[in-house]
Nanobody, 127 residues
């Protein structure tokens, strides 16, 4: 059973940066996609970025392109989300997730066949 544990959230002023980390335990080899989604309080969740683990292709949401960067350290079984130039609208709980498929809808990557997700880490960006 795959377990994902996020860390690195916090509060920052607009224009600042944060780096989130997601450590995976268990066998993630059956998941074709790994990445991040976010959910602002009281709103629907939106995909942020996912990587195709077979091809290493990354899929970013239009709203974060050029500001957020996905990376991974396979030796530590950990993926990261570097967030720069943060905006108040980036405020949300960020979740790490793994799944079987992906589609792009409304400029956002959407994970399909979700295998696992973490408990989330809160990011608050103040103006």
């Amino acid at each position: 059973q795959v377990q994902l544990v996020e860390s690195g959230g916090g509060s920052v002023q607009a224009g600042g940066s944060l780096r989130l980390a997601c450590a995976a335990s268990g066998d993630v080899s059956s998941s074709n996609f790994v990445g991040w989604y976010r959910q602002p309080s009281g709103k629907e969740r939106d995909g942020v970025v996912y990587i195709n683990t077979r091809t290493s292709t990354t899929y970013y949401a239009d709203s974060v392109k050029g500001r957020f960067t996905f990376s991974q350290d396979n030796s530590k079984n950990t993926v990261y989300l570097q967030m720069n130039s943060l905006k108040p609208e980036d405020t949300a709980t960020y979740y790490c997730a793994a799944g079987r498929g992906l589609r792009i809808r409304g400029g956002n990557p959407e994970l399909l066949g979700q295998d696992a997700w973490g408990q989330g880490t809160l990011v608050t960006v103040s103006s």
